[in-house]
């Protein structure tokens, strides 16, 4: 056991008196223990309580030995008389996507329920919101330079541009900021519009992109769309699930950079999440703005760098504004298949995202491998191959190379039991993980598991850990 010196004692009392006396006015009277179950000493600050002293300590005290058996290294916070350990700080992310929140069966949107998902989630004890306000070229926010998503009021394409009465970020905002809930606006970069819908309302004002890009690119209607090897350009009513533009043209860059400005210089965001900020498979793109290339190598290292250059100009837009917000990054949870699993892709060669390299070059500040299935299977444990010890040998391929940045893994909250949130919220804090992001508000509340979050995950609060 380790004692302090009479001077530190004096100089620890000191400063203790005066922050209570400076915070209050006065020193408030001694008041009960926090319950049994909060574990944060933080409690006793937010509740204007001042535990009392512990008759062991307190006789220690009164004959000029005051003792602390802490661990040196820990921060903690000054209680008069004691010495208490500030809670470890965790990254406790739940991403709230346009989904979770909206219909597209007529039903408007209503803010009521973004205050709901604030309460839940600050009860839960997640710290950190990652709210969707970009989808497919249109804006969950008062615009911009993007029209109002049609899903606010009810539809999938008719109601574009429509008003739905209300800021859903601002009424997000106010009520997390009210919880202590940090949000960071979670930005679809390069899906434009949907598939099998048509073209989106012409005429609007602001208008949507894909009526910019089509009129303003300067060599064909469809040259600001990804191409495949044949030299077509991706069809808007055959393409899978978004009609992406490539990443090649600068337009599309200035158009993503201009609405990120737009929304950290308007609203007093914590962060910037980036989702889908790759190319959409290995197929694409042979687009008017890619050059020709006779070796495929040079090819992809080429693509690479378009989306390096979309990830370097929005962390400097976004630092350039708010030093203090952070720059985040939703990557592809296998960063290359080292290890020869079948049926894995890899994001640095199929989809020409080096996430790795943003770390290492410090373009962002923390990127969250989706290290889970897109639908988990009904079992118990989960079945699909992304397994529990693959997620842990992912995540630990990135961490070695986290470059002094952090690695927060992503984590379906909508596995058939919470036993397998559970396990890899484990193996992320064992692996050193500093956080993790959860996918995503929809799933936890179909399972439930709110509570579960609270009794087995996130037993007591935690404050965000400091940016790298």
């Known amino acids: 056991m380790r004692f302090l010196s009479w001077d530190h004692r004096r100089r620890v009392l000191a400063l203790g008196l005066l922050i209570l006396t400076l915070g ?13 179950d909060v574990e944060n000493p933080l409690w006793y600050l937010w509740n204007g309580y001042v535990p009392p002293i512990p008759q062991e300590i307190e006789a220690a005290s009164s004959s000029g030995i005051l003792a602390a058996g802490l661990d040196q290294a820990a921060p903690y916070r000054i209680y008069l008389p004691l010495l208490l350990r500030a809670p470890t700080a965790e990254f406790r992310a739940l991403w709230i996507t346009r989904f979770d929140w909206t219909r597209a069966d007529g039903t408007r949107a209503r803010p009521e329920a973004l205050v709901a998902i604030a309460e839940q ?8 919101l990652l709210f969707q306000v970009r989808g497919v070229g249109d804006a969950y926010y008062t615009p911009g330079y993007e029209p109002w998503a049609a899903r606010l009021t009810g539809t999938i394409t008719r109601t574009l541009g429509t008003s739905p009465g209300f800021d859903p970020l601002r009424v997000l905002l106010d009520a997390a900021h009210a919880r202590g809930l940090q949000v960071h606006a979670y930005v679809n970069v390069y899906p434009t519009w949907l598939c099998g819908v048509g073209a989106p ?12 890009f089509s009129r303003t690119n300067g060599k064909s209607w469809s040259a600001w769309r990804v191409y495949d090897a044949s030299g077509n350009p991706m069809n808007l009513m055959t393409c ?9 043209w600068s337009g599309v860059r200035d158009q993503v950079v201009r609405v990120v400005r737009d929304l950290v210089s308007r609203y007093d965001l914590d962060g910037v999440h980036l989702d889908l900020i790759r190319y959409p498979g290995r197929g694409y793109s042979y687009d008017p703005f890619t050059p020709a290339f006779s070796n495929p190598e040079e090819r992809a290292a080429w693509q690479r760098e378009q989306v390096n250059m979309m990830v370097r100009e929005i962390y400097m837009t976004v630092k350039g504004i708010r030093p203090q917000a952070w720059v985040t990054a939703a990557v592809w949870g296998v960063y290359q298949n080292r290890w020869g699993w079948p049926g894995f892709t890899s994001g640095y060669s199929d989809y020409y995202q080096d996430s790795k390299r943003w770390l290492r070059e410090g373009w962002v500040d ?23 010890d693959r997620f842990q040998t992912l995540l630990a391929d990135f961490l070695t ?10 984590i379906h909250g909508g596995y058939a039991c919470f036993q397998d949130v559970q396990d890899r919220i484990r193996v992320a804090r064992a692996l050193g993980a500093r956080g993790m992001a959860v996918f995503a508000y929809g799933p936890v509340s179909l399972r439930g598991y ?5 009794t087995q995950a996130y037993t007591a609060p935690a404050p965000v850990p400091p940016l790298p």
Request: aromatic letters at 14%; a negative charge.
């Open 401 to 410: 190379d986290a470059s002094g940045r952090y690695v927060f893994p992503g």
């Open 121 to 128: 989630a600050a009860a839960a004890r997640f710290n950190v």
């Open 240 to 248: 899978g699930s978004y009609l992406w533009a490539t990443p090649a």
């Open 24 to 36: 209050t006015g006065t020193i408030p009277p001694r008041a009960p223990l926090a319950p049994a």
């Open 366 to 388: 923390a990127i969250m491998p989706m290290i889970y299935p897109a639908g988990p299977s009904s079992n118990c444990p989960d079945t699909t191959p992304w397994t529990l």
């Open 450 to 454: 709110w509570d579960e979050f609270t």
């Open 201 to 212: 309302p012409d005429g609007l004002n602001p208008p949507h992109p894909f009526w910019t």
